[in-house]
């Protein structure tokens, strides 16, 4: 078993899964842990620093699952942009989730808080770590949607083949159901996608 030693949290990993439980459904609790397990194995094969992966998987949802309220009202105390205030839950909880992992879970590592920020629209800049969580949230073994299977074969080979296909699939599917783009989508796609092959 894993146990933290590196000083993102002062929490062992069974009392950041109690905060975190405590905060989502069974249904949510069981996806984060899923990505956790999936971003350690891909931390393993890339690289990256496999206490960060489990932090990040497991916090990467934590505020999914607030009322609206709490969001616009962070979005005035915190001072953050204020069109943030325009878009909602499916946004927010990467966005705005770190100002909640700060305060009330006490995790500070500003890596692991923008894996955080990018794991929905992903971003034109990504750390390892990031590309990481953007990915495991993605093909988690309990995912199944059209292209999974390519989108975790993608991801085996190699990671920024894996980070292009979700996101080219991400906007194509916005677009079909005619949904609003958040423009940090858009600036991923243009960084990520064109002349990517
Ligand atoms: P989850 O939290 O594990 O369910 O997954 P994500 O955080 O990756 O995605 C949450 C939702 O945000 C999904 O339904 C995505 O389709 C949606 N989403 C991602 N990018 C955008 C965007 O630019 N605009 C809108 N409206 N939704 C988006
Ligand atoms: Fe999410
Ligand atoms: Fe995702
Ligand atoms: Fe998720």
Redesign the pocket.
């Known amino acids: 078993e894993l146990t933290y030693s590196d000083h993102y949290t002062t929490d062992t990993r069974d009392q950041l899964l109690a905060k975190i439980e405590a905060h989502l459904r069974p249904a949510r609790f069981a996806h984060v842990q899923r990505v956790e397990q999936t971003a350690i194995a891909l931390a393993k094969q890339y690289g990256a620093d496999i206490e960060k992966a489990s932090i990040a998987g497991l916090v990467h949802d934590y505020a999914k699952q607030r009322p609206d309220s709490d969001f616009l009202q962070a979005i005035t105390d915190y001072k953050l942009d204020p069109d943030l205030a325009n878009w909602n839950n499916a946004i927010w909880h990467g966005v705005i989730g770190p100002e909640f992992i700060k305060r009330e879970l006490g995790i500070y590592d500003e890596e692991i808080l923008d894996a955080v920020r990018y794991?929905?629209t992903g971003n034109p800049y990504m750390t390892t770590l990031a590309k990481i969580i953007?990915m495991a949230?993605?093909i988690e073994p309990a995912r199944d949607f059209d292209g999974v299977e390519e989108a975790r074969e993608l991801t085996a080979r190699d990671l920024d083949l894996g980070v292009a296909y979700q996101t080219w699939h991400t906007l194509t599917y916005l677009i079909s159901e005619n949904k609003a783009i958040y423009p940090k989508t858009i600036e991923t796609y243009n960084a990520w996608v064109p002349n990517s092959g």
């Open positions: 794991h929905t953007y949230d993605y």
